[in-house]
């Protein structure tokens, strides 16, 4: 196991507090980032006080993830150690059912694996970014350009994909003149 220090809450009211977690093994197709900046999404406060429903406490959550890989496991091909790489809301699915083979793992059939808050493949209860270290299987995880400094990225992982998808997508509508 990995022991890495992170900030949790451990209840609803309750304000996070440095605490130390423990990170799986990386398995062959892992990746483990030192995580150097975690943006602050609403979607973390939500979950932190419970408002999407119950949560396990405590809770270290942070879905916009910013570091450097520091190991990777014996099967990785994407990424080596000191590329600079994101993490967003995933951080693994089933990628063998329908949805995963055409790329839309988050409609995974047999449920993806949120990057906390859920239960993993290995029946570990996932942490966050607003931790030191995180272990994530290679392919959700993200290459980010030397141009773009690790502090400007990590938001972009939710807040500005969430901006750009349905623009690429739908542009030419959005675009009149």
Not at 18 to 30: A, N, S, Y
Not at 39 to 68: F, M, N, Q
Request: hydrophobic share 35%; net charge negative; charged share 20%.
């Amino acid at each position: 196991m990995i022991t890495a220090n992170a900030r949790a809450t451990f209840s609803p009211e309750g304000p996070f507090k440095l605490t130390t977690i423990e990170r799986r093994d990386l398995q062959p197709h892992d990746v483990l980032i030192e995580i150097k900046y975690a943006g602050i999404c609403h979607s973390d406060i939500h979950t932190a006080r419970g408002e999407w429903g119950p949560v396990k406490y405590p809770l270290v959550p942070g879905h916009e993830i910013a570091g450097i890989v520091t190991q990777v496991g014996s099967e990785v091909t994407k990424y080596a150690v000191g590329d600079r790489v994101g993490v967003g809301r995933m951080v693994d699915s089933c990628g063998e059912c329908d949805n995963c083979h055409k790329g839309e793992e988050q409609y995974c059939l047999n449920g993806m694996t949120g990057t906390y808050g859920a239960i993993d493949k290995y029946g570990q209860y996932t942490q966050g970014g607003y931790s030191t270290h995180i272990v994530v299987t290679e392919d959700f995880v993200v290459r980010i350009p030397d141009g773009i400094e690790l502090d400007a990225a990590a938001p972009l992982l939710c807040a500005g994909i969430t901006t750009y998808s349905p623009l690429r997508h739908w542009g030419s509508l959005l675009v009149r003149r």
